[in-house]
């Protein structure tokens, strides 16, 4: 007999859940934590690329100077502040780190290759100025490298009136060293720079202020300035002259040694006092009013235009402009006028000691012009020194605390100091 099975009863099955949907964000409702991450590395990231291109830019046009506007800045910023650029460099290496971490691999990685590049390369400059300064002889402050970055607030000790021309009073302001009572001191005569026609003897503050408290006496003048219809090229040299003269006068009074004061400037200042000392001892210059002006003991050029027609020739950083506000004219109009105030026209044996000082970057008083200039004066058996400041352009000594500038002053002060 046969049995009859039933069928099994049909275990219960459980349906898999729908995968649930993924809310959508009501309009209005704040971004999800992914999204302000995603947000901020690409934000890092474009900061980054900012620090990298200032940085790397300014290191290109600091190392080639022939490369167009990165050229003009590079050995502004790079020369004059190579510390400060690194340390913004490295910035960038720290944010190419974050956004790299953050997922951007590749963009990290090319972020921290150039500013890692550009931090070692602003290092180089830093170091090869430093060694520059200490084979100066200079006592070099990084304080005052990294945070004296304009002229400081220094103050003349005194400032007297030395000539009134054109119904104006001239002007210069005293820095006397504080040394013992009795002792004459070497002093410079300064005319600041300013392409002949701006800028004041306040500019100087720094420089004489400096000097003063290293045992020199400096006296920083103005002088008539020219403006448009207005040349002062047969002006400004004359002014030089009364100062010096007004200098040699009260020397006894102000603790100066007169068989010691030299004549000197920056820039434009640089080319009147050179042209000024060496028409004076060449007789070529006297002074308006009758008086006898010495010739200076020594002159001082801090990148100076050595030739006023090449001035007008180059045509750099508005060169071109400043020599016929000066001059009145083009050279073709006036070259007797450009010649005569040109310190070139002047070389011959028998002139002044002489220090010229300029930057290896400079566009403006181009070094080898300057190398060339003092060559000339050595062949005529002049005592000519030249010193070329590395990775240093135009008016390096604007940024006071630089090493360049701190070179340079240390460079002036042996040479104003040195016995002939």
Do not use: C
């Not at 040394?179 to 800028?199: D, E, M, N, R």
């Not at 009145?328 to 002489?354: H, N």
């Not at 062949?379 to 940024?399: K, S």
């Amino acid at each position: 007999m046969s049995v009859r099975r039933s069928p099994a009863p049909a275990l219960p099955t459980t349906a898999a859940p729908a995968p649930a949907a993924e809310p959508v964000p009501a309009t209005g409702s704040a971004p999800t934590p992914g999204r302000i991450w995603r947000t901020v590395r690409v934000l890092v990231a474009l900061l980054a690329s900012v620090v990298a291109f200032l940085s790397a830019v300014i290191m290109l046009g600091a190392y080639v100077p022939a490369i167009p506007k990165a050229g003009v800045i590079g050995p502004v910023l790079g020369g004059q502040y190579p510390f400060h650029v690194a340390f913004l460099a490295l910035i960038g290496v720290a944010l190419g780190v974050l956004a790299r971490r953050g997922g951007l691999v590749r963009w990290g990685r090319t972020l921290i290759g150039v500013t890692s590049l550009a931090a070692v390369a602003a290092l180089v400059i830093g170091g090869v100025q430093f060694v520059a300064a200490r084979d100066a002889g200079a006592e070099v402050s990084f304080g005052q490298v990294l945070g004296q970055l304009a002229y400081p607030d220094s103050k003349p000790d005194s400032t007297h009136t030395y000539a009134v021309r054109d119904g104006r009073a001239l002007d210069a302001d005293l820095y006397l060293p504080k040394g013992a009572q009795g002792s004459k001191a070497p002093a410079i005569v300064l005319a600041h720079a300013g392409g002949f026609h701006t800028f004041d003897k306040r500019d100087l503050r720094g420089t004489g202020r400096w000097l003063a408290d290293h045992g020199v006496a400096v006296v920083a003048v103005d002088y008539r300035l020219a403006a448009p219809g207005r040349p002062t090229w047969d002006k400004a040299p004359q002014d030089l002259v009364s100062a010096l003269g007004w200098v040699q006068d009260h020397a006894d009074r102000y603790g100066i040694d007169a068989s010691r004061i030299s004549l000197g400037g920056m820039s434009a200042g640089g080319t009147l006092a050179m042209n000024t000392a060496y028409r004076l001892r060449n007789g070529a210059i006297k002074a308006t009013d009758g008086t006898t002006v010495r010739p200076p003991s020594s002159v001082v050029g801090f990148y100076p235009a050595t030739d006023v027609t090449r001035m007008w020739n180059d045509d750099v950083a508005g060169t071109r402009e400043a020599a016929e506000m000066f001059t009145g004219g083009t050279p073709r109009q006036y070259p007797e006028r450009y010649r005569e105030v040109s310190p070139t026209t002047d070389v011959r044996a028998g002139l002044q000691r002489t220090l010229l000082v300029v930057g290896d970057r400079d566009r403006s008083a181009r070094p080898g012009t300057v190398r060339d200039f003092g060559a000339a004066l050595r062949a005529e058996g002049v005592d000519a020194t030249v010193e070329e400041l590395p990775f240093a352009e135009h008016a390096f000594d604007d940024a006071y605390g630089s090493l360049t500038s701190q070179t340079s002053r240390q460079i002036l002060l042996d040479f104003l100091t040195k016995r002939s």
